[in-house]
């Protein structure tokens, strides 16, 4: 008899993992509180990498996770990746060495570029540094269209997705999580995976677990459309570019702290102006839209893959690299649930880890 899943959440890494699922034969359920595909994923920058800032454990993951995305890409129709390279020099100059160092040690194709071959990438930029960093792996995807391309894929398995279903709590029974509560009543299951974002940790204390996160606010702007300009993802200081396949330049930075959410509208008149200065070609193109999301992330700021307090009938994946590492984690979370087969490369990342509970 096939296990009867419900996946909390229709983002990306709700529906990797409700792909995977469906595809091992599971009968899988997919409950969205908001519209199908959820609320963070919208407002993602979409860059598939293993960059900076990642002990070795998170990059061996993230680089599994890219080379999952082919596979996922060679078999799941209306499912694109742009393999476009990214350039890096958003580092003071000797992190950045340390960085290109370290990187080249643990495996990663990363490649030392002139100013001549940063143009010769990238020539519609206006200024660049003497060298930077070119990583050839890496790629960038339509986020939401991503999504619905894994959610359909589940579907036509099988897979139902109820969106605007909001579940109220998480239902227990005889010791084991058992389902979830909605408006309506309560919906059963054999196992149910908390995949919710921001809300993650409010359905889990439903059931006295605690995990510890943060979810901060991140700003993108979306130019209007316009020709071709960049080929494919920028990293400078300040600033990250990528484009469109409709040719709207998405452009994010941190703010230096400053909170999107009071002020989105002048950073993101700020931010348009200095994508118009450093692109040569986008001056006037002017500012379509702009997003605010917020980024699911344990307390460490990596990943919470697996049982909390090894409770039954209940599995976690919250994790802000959600782009990136969606088809690595939707395909580990499937063994385990269905198998017991827990792959070594997410033992480090279990939710009960020190610091997080």
């Not at 997919?30 to 860059?47: F, I, K, N, P, Y």
């Not at 897979?159 to 579940?167: C, G, I, K």
């Not at 994508?275 to 002017?286: F, M, P, R």
């Not at 090894?310 to 385990?336: C, D, K, Q």
Request: charge should be negative.
């Amino acid at each position: 008899m096939p296990k009867r899943v419900i996946v909390i959440g229709s983002g990306i890494i709700g529906a990797s993992i409700a792909y995977h699922l469906a595809k091992a034969g599971a009968r899988v359920t997919v409950m969205e509180a908001d519209a199908r595909g959820g609320l963070a994923t919208r407002a993602s920058w979409a860059w598939i990498n293993a960059s900076w800032g990642n002990p070795e454990p998170y990059f061996r993951l993230r680089r599994r996770s890219i080379a999952e995305w082919r596979r996922l890409a060679a078999e799941v129709a209306g499912l694109h990746v742009n393999w476009c390279g990214g350039l890096i020099w958003d580092l003071p100059p000797d992190e950045l060495e340390a960085y290109a160092e370290e990187r080249a040690r643990w495996g990663q194709p990363i490649r030392r570029v002139s100013r001549a071959e940063i143009l010769a990438i990238e020539p519609s930029l206006t200024e660049v540094p003497d060298h930077a960093y070119h990583v050839a792996e890496e790629g960038m995807l339509e986020p939401l269209a991503t999504t619905q391309a894994l959610l359909d894929a589940a579907t036509a398995l099988g897979a139902e997705v109820l969106a605007r279903t909001p579940v109220r709590w998480l239902v227990e029974a005889h010791g084991r999580v058992s389902g979830v509560m909605i408006e309506e009543g309560v919906i059963h299951a054999d196992e149910t995976i908390v995949a919710a974002g921001a809300v993650s940790a409010e359905l889990l204390d439903s059931v006295g677990i605690r995990l510890r996160m943060t979810a901060p606010a991140g700003l993108l702007t979306h130019s209007k459309p316009t020709r071709p300009l960049l080929n494919g993802l920028v990293m400078t200081p300040g600033l990250h570019l990528r484009q469109t396949p409709e040719g709207r330049i998405v452009a994010g930075t941190d703010f230096a702290g400053a909170g999107p959410v009071d002020n989105a509208e002048a950073l993101a008149q700020e931010l348009q102006s200095r994508v118009e200065v450093l692109v040569t070609g986008a001056k006037g193109i002017g500012l379509d839209y702009h997003t605010v999301g917020y980024r699911p992330t344990p307390a460490d700021g990596l990943s919470a893959i697996g049982r909390p307090q090894a409770r039954a009938g209940l599995y976690a994946v919250v994790t802000h690299s959600g782009v990136t590492l969606a088809p690595a984690l939707g395909l580990f979370a499937a063994a385990e649930i269905l198998g017991g087969q827990r792959d070594p490369l997410i033992a480090p990342f279990a939710p009960d880890r020190t610091g997080l509970t």
